[in-house]
């Protein structure tokens, strides 16, 4: 039988991919410290801007990031349920590395480090809050990282294990092979996430 639109099924059509992530804000200060952070946290320019609302781009996408200045809109409690973070991926631990220490020379430092399994992650705040994950990749194919995620291990701790950025620095400097680097420091069961 063939598809159409009045015989389409349950199985809901996937999306190409994630295409941007929407910031509001409550005012004009926050407004400005919202994109200048964006600004220099992805290295991003913006294709539009006012003074409350402003569409920022890294790559090929017209916007990746769009903040803007939503009336009646009141600071966040980080207490409250909602969005944890969003994640942006970098190609390499060396990428990762370098990012880490660009932002450090410009103010802005994770505030949690951690080898997940699947990825190696740094966690920042925005100005108003919000958490931002940065990461590579562990695992060359996602047959390794479905049976990573299927192993005991992962069972036992699917949080990770926090390392210290400048370690990595001089791990990666010490010319040590990547996948070592990658590979999570086993601690044992670990089932809650830090708060």
Not at 24 to 43: E, G, I, Q
Not at 72 to 87: N, Q, Y
Not at 93 to 113: D, H, S, T
Not at 146 to 157: I, V, Y
Request: a negative charge; proline letters at 5%; charged letters at 25%.
């Amino acid at each position: 039988m063939a598809v159409s639109f009045d015989n389409c099924g349950k199985t809901v059509t996937r999306p190409k991919y994630m295409a941007h992530i929407v910031f509001k804000t409550p005012n004009s200060n926050t407004f400005r410290a919202m994109v200048d952070f964006y600004k220099t946290f992805l290295n991003a320019k913006a294709s539009y801007e006012n003074e409350m609302l402003s569409f920022l781009t890294y790559d090929e996408e017209h916007h990746r990031v769009a903040i803007g200045i939503f009336p009646g809109t009141e600071a966040r409690d980080p207490k409250s349920a909602g969005l944890a973070h969003v994640a942006f991926t970098y190609g390499s631990l060396r990428e990762l590395a370098m990012a880490y220490r660009q932002r450090k020379a410009n103010g802005i430092v994770p505030f949690w480090c951690i080898n997940h399994g699947p990825t190696t992650s740094m966690y920042y705040r925005d100005p108003d809050g919000n958490e931002i994950e940065t990461q590579v990749d562990n695992f060359d194919t996602v047959e390794e990282v479905d049976a990573f995620m299927a192993g005991k291990e992962f069972a036992q701790n699917p949080i990770g294990s926090e390392y210290d950025p400048e370690d990595l620095i001089r791990r990666l400097e010490a010319n040590e092979d990547d996948k070592s680097i990658k590979k999570r420091v086993e601690i044992g069961v670990r089932l809650e996430i830090p708060g």
